[in-house]
Each structure stands twice: as structure tokens, then as C-alpha cells.
């Protein structure tokens, strides 16, 4: 089945064209065939297929590649929230009451959570989304949270090294033990990622080593957690192990930056964070402008980002983070593939997923200038038509 998408009136393809990195075309066209892309170009130039959709002048974008979640929950924490708008500082112990909640979970009423927060996304325009562990902290509860998460994504992170859980609070270093010893061994099987959260109140960086290390040596590829509540080693180690990202990024030092730009390491941003927990917005520009490969994500997590919306980012990210709307809409789709290591998404190329998302407006800027309105329209997830 070819399906042709016409009558684009901008085109986001983030094929990279005579220093637009973008690669945005005015009245275009996309064919579909079966699950991949199979041309893109002007309208005037469309091959022949076997259904048309006239899309009368709407804007099509990749679909969301969102490179940072923690959906294997359960539990709420409003009350948290609520506390923290009323002038209550956001700390990584908060974690812990989430630990419990999903330990007491089973595996059915977790996937019931996750499947809505997919859902959720995907009305949204996300297609692609990375699902971290984390909520579980012992052996038996991280290997459940992995399973589950590499049920419905490829893109699976251990983080048995989010926390100290409360048992091992006065030995952190026998917890790391366990970390990089038994539970490694029942999550790396379905996983593809290991990350550890390297942070005051969290796991120091000789810690943060162990634990990437030891998921390296498992065949796990590194993205860290870090300088999220104050400045700290986490993104130097980061770089320096390769990792494939460094999520947060709140509270950069100059050394940090120039580090990012020297590395293969992208930064990725995640402006619903600041947001719920009051903190500084980074500075994007400065940050772009350095030469620093920036992603965004939506983190969505029941504690400091309960949101998963993309364009709630991308408009955060526009008006608080210095980021043209151009380059938020690339750091959400293009850079949350570089994130992701993957260049079959983020994209809308001949050979690419066909993930594509239908603006309900002429321009990607709508995205930012219309916040809070939903704005998506069609989403195509694997050539097929949602919504
Ligand atoms: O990415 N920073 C650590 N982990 C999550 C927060 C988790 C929570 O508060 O439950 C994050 O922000
Ligand atoms: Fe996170």
C-alpha cells in the first residue's frame, strides 16, 4: 500500500540541506509504503500511489523521538507537587515513596499505567520513547520493571542506580554491590541502556563509574542522570565514558559545556523539570551556541515532570530556554534519535520509520505560539493512521 501525505504546506524532514538542519520544504509531499518512507520532495514532483490524503496546507514534522521516561510506576505524588508550588524545595528522596507504591503494584496493573501513558504520548505525536526502571530497587523489582518496559519499547534503561532505597540508606556502597552484581545480571538482558542518577542525595561519582562500568562491560551502552539539582562531575564522566547522552543538564559549568562540545555526548534538556520543580531554566542558547548537541524529552515521572506532552516542551523550551521553535522541534525529534543512537527515526527520509505527526496549523512555530492547544492532528505510527 502507497500512500501519498500532499498538499504540505511546510515540510520539518531533518535532512540537513545547505545549512538548514532541518531540511524544511514549502508545499511538499511524503510517500508511505507499508512501515517506511519512501520518497519526500515538492508536491509538483510526487510519484504515484495508491490513496491520496490532501492534507490542505498543514504543517507535517517527524514524530516525537522522546529519549527520557520513567513509565513503570505506580503510585501518585500530587501531593508532593502541591507542596513544592507552595515554596517546598524538590529532593531525589521522593523517589522512595514511589518505590513502595510500585513494589505493591502487580505486573498487570503496571502495564495498564504504561499502556495509557503510550497512549497519552502518541496522541500527542510522540512514536518513539525510551522507558528507564528505577521504581523498583531490588533485584526482583527491576528485572520486573525492565520486562515490562521492553514489551512495548526497544529503547529500555537500567536504573536499578536511581536511588539508595531506604534498606540500604546507611550502605550505599553494598547497595552499588548489588547493582552492578545481581541485578545487572537479571535486567542487562532486556536492556539496551544503563544510566545512574549522579547527584547529591543520589550516587556519588565514584559510584556513577562502578555502575556504568559495569553496564558497559554487560554490553549496555551509558546515558547519566546529572547536574540536575546543583553542579557536580556527572557530565565530565559522562563524556568521558561515552555516553550517549547526559539527561538534565540544569546547572552547567563552563568546563561541562566545553566538554559537550568537544564529545559525541548529546545534552538532553528536559524543561518539564524545571517547570514542576520551580528550578532555573538552562540555557539553551548558550548551549546550542557552544556547539552542544541539545535533545528534549518530556522525563515523565510522577515526581519532578508529570507531563507527556512534546509541544508543552517545545513551547517551554522556546519561550523560557532561548531555542528558535525550528531548532525545539529538531531537539525533539532529530536530537532525541542522536540521543537514542538511532537514525531510522527523527527523520522523514527515503528508509525511515514512517512516524510523522499532522499539525492542526500551517507552521511548526504554531507548536510554541499556541501552548496548551492540541495541535495534533494524524499521527502515523509505523505507517499507519492514529487519529
Ligand atoms: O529524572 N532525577 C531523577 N529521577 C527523575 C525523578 C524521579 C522522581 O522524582 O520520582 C528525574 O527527574
Ligand atoms: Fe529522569
Known amino acids: 500500500m502507497r500512500t501519498l501525505i500532499t498538499n504540505i504546506a ?42 491520496v490524503v490532501d492534507v490542505d496546507g498543514r504543517a507535517v514534522i517527524p514524530g516525537f523521538v522522546d529519549s527520557h521516561s520513567h513509565l513503570v510506576f505506580a503510585g501518585d505524588r500530587a501531593a508532593e507537587f502541591e507542596a513544592r508550588m507552595a515554596g517546598q524545595k524538590y529532593a531525589a528522596g521522593g523517589i522512595r515513596s514511589t518505590v513502595s507504591a510500585t513494589r505493591a503494584a502487580t505486573d498487570d496493573e503496571l502495564r495498564a499505567r504504561l499502556r495509557g501513558f503510550l497512549d497519552e504520548m502518541l496522541a500527542q505525536g510522540t512514536t518513539t520513547v525510551e522507558i528507564k526502571s528505577g521504581y523498583g530497587l531490588s533485584v526482583t523489582d527491576e528485572e520486573r520493571l525492565v520486562r515490562l518496559a521492553a514489551e512495548v519499547t526497544p529503547e529500555v534503561t537500567f536504573l536499578g542506580a536511581h536511588v539508595v532505597p531506604a534498606d540500604y540508606a546507611d550502605r550505599p556502597d553494598e547497595y552499588v554491590d548489588l547493582v552492578t552484581g545481581p541485578m545487572l545480571d537479571a535486567c542487562a538482558p532486556h536492556s539496551k541502556w544503563i544510566d545512574v542518577f549522579c547527584e547529591t542525595g543520589a550516587f556519588t561519582v565514584t559510584q556513577s563509574r562502578r555502575v556504568l562500568e559495569s553496564g558497559i562491560a554487560r554490553g ?14 556527572g557530565v565530565r564522566l559522562a563524556v568521558e565514558l561515552g555516553a550517549a547522552s547526559i539527561d538534565h543538564g540544569t546547572y552547567l559549568t563552563d568546563a561541562d559545556v566545553d566538554a559537550l562540545a568537544d564529545s ?23 548551549l546550542i551556541d557552544a ?57 522523514i527520509a527515503p528508509g525511515a520509520r514512517a512516524d510523522l505527526v499532522l499539525l492542526d496549523a500551517p507552521t511548526r512555530i504554531h507548536l510554541a505560539y499556541r501552548p496548551g492547544v492540541p495541535l495534533v492532528r494524524t499521527v502515523w505510527k509505523d505507517g499507519r493512521a492514529i487519529g
Open 291 to 347: 556547539g552542544v548537541t541539545v535533545a528534549l524529552a518530556c522525563d515523565t515521572n510522577p515526581g519532578s515532570s508529570f507531563t507527556s506532552s512534546m509541544p508543552f516542551c517545545i513551547a517551554v523550551a522556546v519561550r523560557d530556554m532561548g531555542m528558535t521553535p525550528a531548532e525545539a522541534v529538531w531537539a525533539a525529534t532529530a536530537g532525541g534519535a542522536m540521543a537514542l543512537r538511532r537514525d531510522d527515526v527523527g527523520v
Open 220 to 233: 549496555l551502552v551509558p546515558r547519566v542522570h546529572a547536574s540536575q539539582l546543583g553542579p557536580g562531575e
Open 10 to 51: 511546510e515540510l520539518t524532514t531533518n535532512v540537513p540541506t545547505g545549512g538548514d538542519l532541518t531540511g524544511t520544504l514549502n508545499d511538499a509531499a511524503v510517500l508511505i509504503e507499508g512501515e517506511r518512507i519512501a520518497w519526500a520532495g515538492p508536491a509538483a514532483d510526487a510519484p504515484a500511489a495508491d490513496e
Open 264 to 286: 559525541h555526548t548529546v545534552l538532553t534538556l528536559l524543561p518539564g523539570v524545571e517547570f514542576s520543580t520551580r528550578q532555573p531554566y538552562p540555557n539553551a542558547r548558550r
